[in-house]
């Protein structure tokens, strides 16, 4: 992309409201902009960004089994009152009024949908388990929506919902579902912890947060602390048995402050005990029958009765996200996008747009990246090169090559990586090899 092309509407002032790094930078880089309170229009740069990670998201939950679907965002509230969760969910609840006097909702989750959707069609054990997912907009009228995308209104998740025969069998959907997690956070270059956690409006006994820890979050967490650095359990065989996986993760303390339980929590040794802060960017539920007992979802058992069937409910903060991984990354001049995630692999700077050998080197460059499947933005326009630095600093991409008449004269040009200001003076053709590389298996 040619900058001079893009639609990259940048702020130089912050607004007053942005008080946290990943608000501030995300208007900054023109990556959101707010609509009204807690709703926003997300921008090609941001737009960008999202999409990386729902794909991220899509690509670990197939792997898991876990089969793709798309729900509406407006529901009927039929459904809802089957459950008793119309008049339970409360003033959260965006409450629409159809023109024949329908009542119907804004989604802020989907289990009595699904639930409808699984007990229409399914009759039969064998056809257990199932797990459907989707990524869709979801609407909570939040009190207090604010730190931008962490906590809107409105906000884009990944929910999947499990069915299974037995409260056993749940328990392995539970297990994918876990480990599937981890796996995908640490693919967008996160640490998360699961932790114990409460399981508000969506009921149920068994439950996990999926924390990263930041300054900024919400929640306060406590966990022992080498949980913060244990690898993700990379790939596995989701038929096998994975509870060995998961208990080895329970075995040490994590909860969230709703579960803490501050006696447990004591017995750490005192330099395992971390009591932090942090951003949940997933949660997952067991919630048994709460949903398919009053929907009546049943299917025949292998004796030819009829059983209630077991639930679970899976849900990523896909939104959320984008924010919580500037939390984790990013400095004073701006965004330092995990390669996995960013909208763009380099960024190409041209310090003397018009010098013929300049615009040349450049749009070699870009042509070659382009074609290695890197998608760069090339700054082709003819601001000063301070302002095209801290343009490229603010809005984060993990590579920059800056291409001038003086370097030229030379041979070379100078690539800078984000993450680490490390800077190399190398030949073009080699400036493209490494960046190629840096991205190879990415
Ligand atoms: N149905 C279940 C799981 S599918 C569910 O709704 N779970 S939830 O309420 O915990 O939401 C799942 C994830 O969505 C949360 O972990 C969080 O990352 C994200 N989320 C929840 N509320 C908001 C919000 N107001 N803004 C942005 N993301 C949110």
């Not at 990556?31 to 709703?39: H, L, R, W």
């Not at 990670?53 to 459904?79: C, F, H, W, Y």
């Not at 998961?246 to 005192?270: C, G, I, N, Q």
Request: hydrophobic letters at 40%; aromatic letters at 10%.
């Amino acid at each position: 992309m040619r900058l001079s092309r893009y639609f990259l509407p940048l702020l130089k002032e912050t607004p007053a409201d942005a008080t946290i790094a990943s608000h501030k930078y995300m208007l900054r880089a023109g990556m959101i902009k707010q609509n009204s309170a807690g709703i926003y229009s997300w921008l090609p740069l941001g737009l960008k960004v999202l999409k990386k990670i729902e794909q991220i998201v899509r690509e670990e939950q197939n792997k898991a089994g876990a089969i793709e679907m798309l729900m509406p965002t407006i529901q009927s509230a039929d459904l809802w009152r089957e459950t008793g969760r119309y008049d339970a969910y409360g003033p959260e609840m965006l409450r629409i009024t159809d023109r024949h006097d329908r009542e119907m909702l804004y989604g802020p989750t989907n289990e009595d949908m699904i639930t409808d959707i699984f007990r229409s069609s399914v009759r039969s054990y064998k056809d257990l388990p199932k797990n459907l997912y989707h990524i869709q907009w979801k609407f909570r009228d939040e009190v207090r929506p604010r730190f931008g995308v962490m906590r809107g209104r409105e906000f884009l998740m990944k929910d999947a919902y499990s069915f299974d025969l037995s409260a056993e069998d749940a328990r392995r959907s539970y297990n994918k579902m876990f480990l599937a997690y981890l796996n995908t956070y640490a693919r967008m270059g996160l640490k998360a912890v699961a932790m114990k956690a409460d399981t508000g409006p969506i009921g149920g006994d068994l439950s996990h947060e999926f924390i990263i820890l930041a300054e900024t979050g919400e929640s306060e967490v406590f966990c022992h602390a080498d949980l913060v650095n244990m690898p993700p359990p990379g790939e596995l065989d989701f038929d096998s048995d994975l509870q060995p996986l998961v208990d080895e993760r329970l075995a040490l303390y994590a909860a969230t402050d709703e579960m803490h339980d501050a006696d447990a929590f004591a017995k750490l040794p005192s330099d395992k005990q971390l009591s932090a802060r942090g951003i949940e960017v997933g949660h997952i539920f067991y919630f048994g029958e709460k949903y398919s007992a009053p929907m009546n979802a049943k299917v025949m058992n292998s004796d030819g009765k009829e059983v209630i069937v077991h639930m679970g409910s899976y849900g990523v903060g896909v939104s959320r996200l984008v924010g919580g991984i500037i939390e984790a990354s990013h400095d004073d001049d701006g965004i330092i996008w995990p390669k996995a995630v960013a909208p763009f692999g380099a960024g190409i700077i041209n310090l003397k747009v018009g010098d013929a050998e300049a615009d040349q080197v450049s749009e070699d460059i870009y042509n070659q990246l382009v074609a290695a499947g890197i998608d760069p933005l090339y700054d082709d326009k003819s601001d000063r090169g301070g302002v095209k630095f801290s343009r490229m600093d603010l809005i984060g991409l993990p590579y920059q090559i800056t291409i001038g008449p003086r370097g030229l004269k030379e041979g070379i040009v100078e690539v800078k990586t984000r993450a680490t200001g490390e800077r190399q003076s190398l030949a073009p053709d080699a400036a493209i090899k490494f960046i190629t590389s840096e991205f190879a298996g990415i």
